[in-house]
């Protein structure tokens, strides 16, 4: 089955304490990115990749780290985390180029700092 | 300007009605319209692609209108299983051809 996976689901940590969540594709899409979405704000892109070893900044970036080592793989990174960045966070991935090509959405994250 | 505005809603409505959405975008170079639909806290889903010409997928009819700068999506005979929120996704023509989502329109569709 095609699918974006994400781990974990729902986390609580404390302020300060380094996480990582993880996000992972089986349909070989070249192009994949990091969502938050917060109440009256919308999708709003965090990072994005646009192949192995190629990444870059979306529209929030502040506070936040990724890498793509592998295609399949785009794990997302909170060194020092705070409480705005109480989120629920999407993992999204798709083929590169196209006019209609569709993106596919991990089943997200829910991350609560306190 | 937001890049894509949409009304919040919510949109309370009958089963049965009809009813539409409309977003309208700011960067006029876009060349590629979609509709996303989002049950409570669940991940976005494509519902459908927006083309020029228009199109129709069973009770979905979704439009563009360039010179307005606007799209619209029109449900018919709306379900209890519609109501969920609506995004308005605009792909900018860069070359990461990023997704700009807008905050979405509410539907409930009530009995």
């Known amino acids: 089955e095609a699918q974006v996976t994400q781990n974990p689901r729902y986390l609580i940590t404390v302020t300060g304490k380094k996480l990582t969540v993880t996000c992972s594709q089986n349909?070989?899409?070249?192009?994949m990115s990091w969502y938050r979405q917060d109440p009256g704000l919308g999708l709003r892109q965090i990072y994005y990749s646009m192949n192995v070893e190629v990444t870059d900044k979306g529209d929030v970036p502040e506070g936040y780290k990724v890498s793509r080592k592998e295609k399949r793989n785009f794990p997302l990174i909170l060194e020092s985390p705070s409480p705005n960045q109480t989120s629920l966070y999407f993992c999204a991935s798709r083929l590169a180029g196209g006019l209609t090509d569709t993106q596919y959405f991990g089943p997200g994250t829910r991350l609560t700092v306190l | 300007r937001k890049e894509v505005e949409q009304d919040p809603g919510p949109f309370n409505v009958p089963e049965g009605a009809t009813v539409a959405f409309n977003c309208t975008y700011s960067?006029?170079?876009?060349?590629?319209f979609f509709w996303y639909r989002q049950d409570c806290r669940k991940e976005p889903k494509l519902l459908m692609s927006?083309?020029?010409s228009g199109n129709e997928d069973g009770r979905f009819t979704a439009q563009l209108n360039r010179a307005s700068q606007y799209i619209s999506l029109l449900i018919r005979d709306s379900k209890l299983s519609d109501s969920a929120t609506y995004l308005c996704v605009v792909k900018e023509n860069t070359g990461f051809q990023k997704l700009v989502f807008g905050t979405g329109t509410r539907l409930l569709v009530s009995p």
């Open positions: 349909m070989n899409h070249e192009y």
């Open positions: 960067n006029s170079a876009s060349q590629s």
């Open positions: 927006v083309y020029s």
